[in-house]
């Protein structure tokens, strides 16, 4: 009998497998036909390997005296990894230690705890979602954050959908199918996940109609665009990028009576809304929702889950008459906001009735107003922690100010002074950084930091306090090969 018919007959078969005891625990969470299914994948996958001769299989056997006993533990392992990728959520929390604020990929703006409390009361639990309790009958799920929008914005109605390209899509969907939208060519912006306003527009039904230059465009330019075929003109805040040198744009209020003198509407993508001035506490001046409104602007459409701090939503704001067209669309059933979302996005528009009440109590409006000082204590505790687990004779570690991102499309210029926890290898072994920063992402919880110019750099303006302690500790086990 060859070595390699030798090896394929030691395969335990499945029954046996079963009954081992780290394997068995699984049926208390998955139905045993998961279970036998997952064995028999890992054992035809280690005879294809014992088959085909895998170099790295055979390598290791060669070492082993009792064969039989490592190709069991082998399997097992290996049987027990993908139950347990299986069993395990893939959806789950992360460590930011990147310092941007409204990362898209880590899930944007997190949410308060306070609020997290008051969702779970109610959406474990039949609710009022769309019950008039006064009169008794059917209701809206719009009338929970309406007047909350109205009293924050100035707003004459409001309705939400599940995100801010939805909400752009339904307002040109209603308002102008198969009519001219006039833009400016220098507002033809791409968000993130390659999705563009012209194939926005497209979908929706709507005819582009691009005016101007890249960077400039002048109220004539729109003057002489308007036809009997327009429906409406579409401005769009560029709050993902910024045009300078030599620009030129129309003001709001220009643009606005233009086109109110020839019976058009004018809605606005904010993209990423503001309900107060942030350029108070030392950003730079973006446009509040208010103020685009209080130009005379028909419509205005804003993100939930980016600079207003609360889940993923698409707030449409603005006249009345229009607002309540959008809200008799066919389309509106299809992207209308979930149950959960509306609860978090409600009690997200409550913390604003207070500003210094939302600045203490919104994650993101807190950690992108964070003092520096704060920012250095978590570094220099991040730091401290860092020099005790990692040998010195390998790395330097040290702090570095630098600056931290808002992210999320907000902002593309805006500096955040920051003061970050960065580390190098002394021989300038970049594989060695890579490893560790990809190992810290198999952690549980994971750690996301950044790998750049062959550092491996924390940010702690997006690290909490009590996960320094966490950051340091899986850095501690990779060093310990655990």
Known sequence: MTLLNALLRTIPPVDELLTDREINKFTADLDRGIVVDTIRVEQERLRQSIINEDKHLISALTEQEEKENYLRSFLKERIIASLSTISASNFQKVINCTGTVLHTNLGRAPLSSTIMDKLIETVTNYSN????????????????VEELIRTLTGAESSMVVNNNAAAVMLALNALAQDKEVIISRGELVEIGGSFRIPEVMKQSGAHLVEVGTTNKTHLNDFEQAINEETGLILKVHTSNYHIVGFT???????????????GLPVIEDLGSGLLFDFSDYGFEKEPTI?????????????????????????IIAGKKELVDKLKKDQLTRALRIDKLSLKALEETLRLYLNPKKALKNIPALNILTLPSNVIKDRAEKLLTQMQDTLPDDKYSIQLEESYSQVGGGAMPTQKLPTWTVTVKHKASDQSDLTEIWSSLRDRKPPVIARLQQNKLIFDPRTIQWEEIDMVAQKMKEIQSGQ
């Not at 208010?290 to 698409?314: N, R």
């Open 129 to 144: 979602l769309e019950f008039n309790l006064d009169e008794g009958k059917r209701g809206s799920r719009y009338d929970h």
């Open 290 to 314: 208010q103020e685009v409104l209080d130009s005379g602007i028909d419509l205005v459409t804003f993100s939930g889950d980016k600079l207003l701090g609360g889940p993923q939503a698409g």
């Open 248 to 262: 030129d744009s129309v003001p709001r209020e220009e643009l606005v009576k233009l086109a109110h003198t020839k």
